[in-house]
């Protein structure tokens, strides 16, 4: 078993975590008591920061609503639809008819490059995060 040192991903606050792992599997996460933003201690998100990892509920492959069913596509045939769909709606109704949601589960730098798509890409400012503080 090992601790590993890392940030909390939940929120802006930046709490230090560390993650338990046992046969790399992380199975818990606990605060750091010299870390200058959780000295010691984490909400209840932080406790629990460790349960998504290998969560049986992640999906594993983008899925599109076909028929009124959510049904596994592959990676190009999903990035293509949501392209075109996305264009399709920036020239009739404007960029500011889009919005984009993040998620505190995606990394700080898929974060960053999902609001340069979104900003430089899309061209809108409507992009949120749960994260966000
Ligand atoms: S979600 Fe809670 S534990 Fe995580 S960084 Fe924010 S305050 Fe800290």
Sequence with gaps: ????????????CGCGVYLKV???????????????????????KGWHLHEFVHSSNRLTQ????????LTPVSWEEALDYTAKALLTAKEQTGAD????????????????????LARAGLGTNNIDHCARL
Excluded: F, W
Excluded at 22 to 29: D, F, K, L, M, R
Excluded at 100 to 111: R, V
């Design 62 to 69: 983008p899925l599109l609503r076909k028929s009124g069913s």
């Design 1 to 12: 078993m090992r601790d590993v040192m890392t940030i909390c991903n939940y929120c802006g």
């Design 22 to 44: 046992h046969n790399n599997t992380v199975i818990g996460s606990y605060p750091s008591r010299h870390h200058p933003i959780s000295r010691g201690n984490l909400c209840s």
């Design 97 to 116: 008819s889009i919005g984009i949601l993040s998620s505190a589960k995606c990394t700080n730098e898929e974060n960053y490059l999902l609001q340069k």
